[in-house]
């Protein structure tokens, strides 16, 4: 908004959000679609500790061996 010298309430601010959030939505369902029909594949790792991201690739780092097993496609 800064760099555009637009504000908040301004209607390319609120375009541009809009267009974001509808593109983001659509890419989730696009994954959530590949993942149910087992085409899923990851993009590389997150690393999820430096982040605090509890959820990625470091399961052992809280839970040792003993690893919940994640949800699967119906």
Not at 33 to 50: H, L, S
Not at 67 to 72: E, F, G, I, L, Q
């Amino acid at each position: 908004m800064k760099a555009a010298n637009k504000s908040l309430g301004s209607p390319e601010r609120m375009d541009r959000c809009a267009r974001l959030t509808a593109s983001m939505a659509y890419q989730l369902v696009t994954l959530l679609n590949d993942w149910k029909d087992g085409k899923y594949t990851t993009k590389g790792v997150v690393p999820a500790k430096q982040y605090g991201i509890q959820s990625q690739h470091n399961c052992n780092d809280c839970h040792g061996s003993d690893v919940p097993s994640p949800p699967t496609a119906i």
